[in-house]
């Protein structure tokens, strides 16, 4: 058995297709490149391709299956569940219980009739008004071949994690989120009814009304939150759990940092165990996340535990006396789970692949039982849930991002292999007579999303969150011969095969010294190059055309067109730790889509190192107070009453994030593996504390007398000695050009290139150049600086950045040995007729593949895997490991013909400042024709009003895209009054016939001198 899961076994037949090459590509161009596909992502007959270049099998496994929570409310199923998140099996074995949480919101009939659910009064149960809120609790029936049938659904406004059974089997508890209360439920003959009151923790104000405010969270009270309300989340709540007798009922209060202890017959509670307080100095306790309670010999409560996933530890709680201790685990724990006699304590760390087996009597850790291949460096499972066999003998783990349940014995420690499973399994059940396991699973593949942006006939849901469906994978338990071929086929999902050294990287390695690393934000392909003449897009959904993204254009066809590239995150809020890492922590996985969705009111959004809004990078406490030095609270309350989160650590930072540079170590950022290599790094606008880009409003480049802390926008911040960048990541405090605005939708990428170029001609061109261009994202309307105030313009502005970023470096001594890899974060802005994944991404340099459409199948990780291979730097996960390089977007007979940057004509004409673009009067400039602003800055500024553009993703998407689509394509196609097919394809014939005349328009860009639009 060892032999089939040993970490490079049987290599030859990983591979998960063979080399399709590209078009254009000659003989003498190709390497062999096993697992690399020119299939665009979807389902097939017995797989799916994902947008993270994995494949699943969840029915590879003999007699298995797999259903989509199904809500029946849409008969297109568009409207059924999406992250299932924990399940819950009965005592009896008979009923299994699968909770969701994440972005189950604002679905609408056919007709546009918005679909509402009732919400209860938290004392009494009666009905009280109605919300669009959808999150579920599916209750299945289990029959005795082990089929899950469902039986039932429960609407729940919020939840967040928590799901656990009473030990009468008649009762059930639920974990309402940010809600802050927990929800009760009993059999009520045939199916299962509200069982109130419900559990109210106490901590926001109004508890009692059927949803109360969202005020409860940790700072509230404080010197800090008195300054700036706005710091003061909703209180959350997250893993429940009861003892044996009932009586007990625990709750981790994950944005408060306690653990609040209920009698469940008074349903109220008796005492909150505070782990972590504003003022303390000790990191302890902090973002609680899951509860299990050991009760003693009459089943009464005695000791509780909970997971700490900020500091990696398991807190251990005297029911009686409140009294706790902490017990230091492995990296960012999460579940829990008690052996049947209580004797071992199992603790899920989702950071560093293992389970930690704690000795309850001795609390003591006895055991580390590691979910890694033997052998292997690699970390990135995200391992988040664990179930016993009934026999005791056997440990069933999920590991989400490796989409499978590995599979351990308890009695040698081993690992025995693998099952495959459906995207992002979240939670395991076994059966009680331990032949089945159950696997919930987050995700599933969303599929065009062309009424993202674009005309919406029957008012689909079209974000990639909602279109990717939750579903229940049922498996039979395999034989042990059968698990061996089952492992190999994950190690065959994930791209085993690739890791290793390919031809064309190693030629390359003594070539590229330098690589400059471009993220932008939220666009698709369609969006901005569906109106090429070549390549897979589609004319119709292209809102961005070639006269005001001209460089967009030109680089793709210049330097190779990839049309079948993925951004693989869903929004920002993971984009940028796929973006930066090559998979996104289970923390964030787990708490982004309930920030996006029903949550987001009490769980923050904590992926750009920031935590609960505040830069923890930065110490508490400096001898030279300021922004620059010390971090946001202690500004606001110099006493330190107010403090939170001590310590340099991000809860969301992946294992080896900030590490010493031990050459011998793994993991972290892609920064983190270039320092250990002994690289150069400079940071332009990464991983920013942009709390100090909010205003009260007004001019944002003059200082803001009602907000002390914010930092003005300047043209010139260098010459003007006005720093922009508060640092948050501790590896780069340093390395970061404190002048390079982080994002900010009020300033102008144009000025961010301008200060790249003055930062780089004083410190050079390192070997990795972190550079961030985010003005394709859009917003800010109103107060934008430049004349920007429309999106066009602001697209435009980005377009020229990246342009002139190619032009800079293609005109120096440096272009002979650099490469500028540009991509979006993710795709969540905009339609796409192939999946809402998809994007577009460039490999510029002289040793690019120049003029040829490129149809290999890439996405995120693959450009952090070739940047890593052409720096010669380590990987830093399994995930950017098993990735294959982009092999094919090269040629090793480079090309040094420099690319001269296209100046889009509407940045040369008011209402733009002239002052923005001095080369709009060159008279060799290429300048495209002005492309007409449909809207004015006043109509952009006045349709998004109380939309919160001071950090990526913070506004209602599917609003602001509606406005995107009217602003730019008109009043001609009414965003959401198409109702037939026939209106559809009316539709589709006047967009297309907008793109006509965008591209004659696009005919006139100048080629010579304009003469000064």
């Known amino acids: 058995m060892k032999n089939s899961i040993r970490l490079f076994a049987s290599l030859a037949v990983l591979s998960l297709l063979p080399l399709v090459a ?21 389902n097939y007959e017995h797989r799916s391709l994902l947008p993270t270049g994995q494949f699943i099998t969840p029915t590879a496994a003999p007699g298995s299956s797999i259903q989509v929570l199904a809500t029946e409310l849409r008969t297109d199923g568009n409207a059924d569940a999406s992250e299932a998140v924990n399940s819950a099996l009965s005592p009896d074995g008979k009923t299994l219980l699968v909770m969701t949480s994440g972005w189950n919101k604002g679905n609408q009939e056919p007709n546009g009739t918005p679909i509402t659910f009732p919400t209860l009064d938290p004392i009494t149960g009666a009905t009280v008004g109605t919300t669009s809120n959808d999150e579920w609790v599916f209750v299945f029936h289990i029959g005795s071949d082990g089929a899950a049938t469902k039986v039932q659904q429960i609407n729940i406004p919020d939840t967040y994690s928590g799901l656990t059974w009473a030990p009468d089997g008649f009762h059930f508890y639920v974990s309402g989120g940010d809600d802050d209360r927990v929800y009760v439920y009993k059999f009520g003959g045939r199916q299962y009814v509200p069982d109130t009151p419900f559990i109210l923790l106490g901590h926001n104000s109004n508890q009692t009304a059927p949803i109360p405010k969202y005020d409860g969270s940790l700072l509230k009270g404080t010197k800090a939150a008195a300054a700036s309300p706005a710091l003061v989340r909703g209180a959350v709540v997250a893993g429940v759990a009861v003892s044996r007798d009932g009586r007990t009922l625990v709750a981790a209060n994950f944005e408060n940092d306690s653990l609040s202890i209920v009698d469940t017959s008074s349903r109220k509670t008796t005492r909150e165990v505070h782990f972590f ?29 909970v997971t700490s996933q900020r500091d990696d530890q398991v807190m251990v709680v005297d029911i009686k006396t409140g009294n706790f201790s902490a017990i230091a685990v492995g990296a960012q724990p999460n579940r829990l789970l008690l052996s049947r006699d209580q004797s071992r304590l199992y603790v899920v760390n989702g950071n560093n692949d293992s389970i930690s087996e704690i000795d309850t009597s001795s609390q003591r850790v006895e055991r580390t039982l590691k979910l890694s291949r033997p052998g292997d460096r690699y970390k990135g499972l995200n391992a988040n849930s664990a179930a016993i066999s009934p026999d005791g003998n056997t440990l069933y783990v999920t590991l989400g991002t490796e989409n499978s349940v590995a599979v351990v014995n308890l009695r040698t420690g081993e690992l025995e292999g693998r099952i495959p499973t459906g995207w992002y399994p979240t939670s395991v059940s076994v059966s009680t007579n331990g032949s089945t396991i159950y696997v919930s699973t987050f995700k599933s593949n969303s599929g065009p999303n062309p009424g993202n942006a674009a005309a919406n006939p029957t008012f689909l849901t079209q974000r990639s969150y909602p279109l990717e469906k939750a579903q229940l994978n049922t498996i039979p338990v395999p034989s042990r011969g059968k698990l061996e071929e089952l492992t190999e086929q994950v190690d ?57 993204s001209p460089n967009h254009h030109s680089l793709a066809l210049t330097f190779g067109l990839l049309d079948n590239f993925y951004a693989t995150a869903e929004v920002s809020g993971t984009g940028w730790d796929w973006s930066t890492y090559g998979h996104s922590t289970e923390y964030n996985e787990k708490t982004v889509p309930v920030n996006y969705g ?209 032009d800079i470096i293609s005109h120096s001594p440096n272009w002979r040995d650099t490469a500028i890899f540009i991509l979006e974060d993710d795709a969540q802005n905009g339609s796409d007729h192939v999946d809402s994944h998809r994007s577009f991404a460039y490999v510029i340099s ?14 995120t990780v693959n450009v952090l895997r070739t940047i890593e291979d052409v720096m010669g730097i380590s990987h830093l996960n399994f995930r950017d490991a098993d990735a294959a390089p982009m092999a094919d977007v090269f040629t090793r007979k480079p090309d040094y013909t420099p690319y001269s940057a296209i100046i889009p004509g509407d940045l040369c004409v008011a209402p733009v400042d002239p002052n923005l673009v001095p080369e709009c009067q060159s008279t060799t400039a290429q300048i495209t024709s002005a492309a007409p602003q449909l809207r004015d800055s006043a109509w952009w500024a006045a349709k998004t009003k109380g939309f919160d553009f001071s950090d990526a993703d913070r506004v209602d998407a599917d609003a602001f895209n509606r406005i995107l689509w009217q602003g730019t394509m008109g009043d001609t196609v009414p965003y959401p009054t198409i109702r037939s097919h026939q209106d559809l394809r009316q539709n589709r014939a006047l967009l297309i016939k907008h793109w006509r005349a965008s591209k004659a328009q696009s005919k006139q860009t100048s080629t010579t001198s304009t003469g000064g639009q």
């Open 598 to 806: 029903n949550g987001g009111s009490g769980v923050t959004s904590d992926s750009e190192g920031t935590n609960r809004f505040i830069g923890v990078g930065l110490p508490e406490f400096a001898k030279d107070p300021s922004p620059l030095t010390e971090r946001l609270l202690t500004l606001i309350d110099p006493t330190g009453s107010s403090n939170i989160l001590p310590g340099t650590k991000n809860v969301d930072s992946p294992e080896g994030a900030n590490d010493d540079l031990d050459a011998e170590k793994v993991g972290g950022y892609l920064w983190d593996s270039a320092l250990r290599a002994h690289k150069t790094v400079r940071n332009y606008g990464f991983y920013l504390d942009q709390s100090y880009y909010i205003s009260s409003g007004g001019n944002p480049t003059t200082a803001d007398p009602n907000v002390p802390t914010y930092i003005p926008i300047s043209p010139t911040p260098f010459a003007a000695k006005i720093p922009q960048a508060i640092e948050e990541q501790p590896a780069l405090l340093g390395l970061t050009d404190i002048y390079y605005r982080g994002f900010d939708q009020n300033n102008a990428d144009t000025y961010l290139v301008n200060e790249w170029q003055r930062d780089m001609a004083v410190n050079g061109l390192p070997n990795l150049t972190l550079l961030r261009l985010p003005h394709d994202h859009n917003g800010s309307f109103g107060t934008a600086i430049a004349g920007l105030g429309t999106a066009a313009l602001q697209i435009s502005d980005n377009d020229y950045a990246i342009g002139r970023v190619v």
């Open 22 to 42: 590209s078009a254009g590509q000659s003989e003498d161009e190709r390497d062999e490149h096993e697992g690399t596909t020119t299939l665009p992502v979807g």
């Open 277 to 305: 307080m504003p003022g303390d100095t000790v990191a302890q306790g902090e973002f609680p996340y899951d509860a299990v309670i050991l009760s003693d010999r009459e089943g009464a409560a005695r000791t509780a535990y």
């Open 846 to 859: 002289p040793y690019s593949r120049r003029g040829v459409t490129i149809s290999t199948n890439y996405n």
């Open 492 to 548: 065959k999902n994930n791209g085993l095969s690739n890791r290793r050294d390919d031809p064309k990287m190693a030629f390359l390695q003594n070539k590229i010294h330098h690589v400059i690393y471009i993220i932008k934000e939220n666009k698709t392909y369609d969006q901005m190059l569906g109106d090429l003449e070549r390549g897979n897009g589609d004319p119709s959904l292209n809102q961005w055309p070639q006269p005001i």
